[in-house]
Each structure stands twice: as structure tokens, then as C-alpha cells.
């Protein structure tokens, strides 16, 4: 099966060995979380440790040599409007814990979500001028490269959702009791739910089974080498012209 194009749903069946989620963990989240999170299956610990390595020089390389550019959006930003260059949002990291996630901001200052219930759409009003090119390109995810380098967050892996994120209406563990496995590595800028189109607003479940069911995949499979291919289509995808919006 082709992991960047099948939309099937039958990925999330899956067995998980559990441990219980330490306090610290349970306490980090006022949304109702599982009593325990699975642990990885078999010795994944070194592939886990070069996938960190990989993240913090390929985060690290990249600042670097995209730091004229992004100093150049962070002009253009504040030419727009006049508001702030960065917008911060608290979302679901590893283990359910929270964190602060970093974006150019591509909305109107007094119109942004901090909570992440009102879904971006197409022709969205509350999108800048700039931010428009921003999110078309995706260019506004880059200053997540901070939180990669942080920890907070990897290259690639689930997507980070925010804590209040709505499928067809309801809070995503509501709709999904599998939801909080998405979480047992760190959440990516870039994913395999995105590779195969699942992005963008959820309005029917059968999309929110789709998105979780690709986590859940790559958490069971994941690799370096899966990595690799993912931000491959990533890359390609954003010469293409983007799926942003």
C-alpha cells in the first residue's frame, strides 16, 4: 500500500502495549485525556535518537540559511498591518503535555484564535494580505523550527493540533477515543496525514477518522527512512505550489 496516497480508514486498527501516564502528564491538560498512553513497540530507541539529531541539525541548517527570508517576512508582516510579526498558540505535544507552538501571523491581530476552535476556511476574512502567501505556501509554519530545535516539536510526525480542535463539531478525543495516541512521539511541522491530502478543516468524521488513522500509522511504522520520503513529498508538494489556504 502506498502510504503517501491511501486514504483508507482500516489503518486504525491497532494493538498498543500501555503504561500509566505519570501525574505530571495527567495534569498538564484540563480536556479529558486516556487514564494511560501506549508505549512504542520494540526497540525503537535508537531510530528515536537519530531522528533527534536529524531534527536539530536539519532545524538548525535550516534557520541559518533561511534567516534572510524569514527576517524579510517579519518585515513584510509589520508593513501589512503594523501587528505583530509572530502568533502563538498552546497545542497537544508529547504525552499530552502543552505546548507553546510559534507561526508567522497571517491574520488580522484582533481577529486570531488563540483557542483553535474557529478553523481556518478558503477565502477566510480574517487572513492578511501577506498571510494569504503566507499560508498558501505554508511559509507561515517555519518559525516552528524554534520549537523543533526546543524539543517541543519533530521535523515530522503528527501534526500539532490545538488543545480545542474540533471535527464536525465535537473535540477530536470526543469523536475519536484513539485520538490521545497521536501523541506518543512529538507532533512535526510536517506529517504523513498531510502527504496524503488530509488537511484543512474537518467538517465530517469520516475526514477526522482519515487524519488520525495516517498518525496512527506512522506512529507504527515509523522509520527514518519513512521520515526521509515524507518530507520529500512535503518539499515537492510546496514547489508545486502548495495546499495551503
Sequence with gaps: MNVFTSNKLQDTAFSVKTVKMKAPDAANSNIRQPESFAS???GGW????L????DIFGATS???ILFPVLLTIALLIVIDDGGPVFFR???WGRK???ITVYKFRSMRA????PTGVEQTVKGDRRVTRIGAFLRKTNIDELPQLLNVIRGDMSLVGPRCHAINMRAAGMLYEELLPEYHYRHLMRPGITGLAQTRGWRGPTERPTEARARIASDIY??????????MKILLGTLLSELRGGTGF
Excluded at 531522528?51 to 536529524?54: E, P, Q, V
Excluded at 484582533?110 to 484564535?113: A, E, K
Aim: aromatic residues 12%.
Design 40 to 42: 512504542l513497540d520494540g
Design 46 to 49: 535508537l531510530q528515536l535518537g
Design 51 to 54: 531522528k533527534r539529531a536529524f
Design 62 to 64: 535550516a534557520l541559518i
Design 89 to 91: 498558540q498552546i497545542r
Design 96 to 98: 499530552g503535555s502543552k
Design 110 to 113: 484582533d481577529l486570531c484564535d
Design 218 to 227: 506512522y506512529i507504527r511504522n515509523f522509520s527514518l527512512w519513512l521520515d
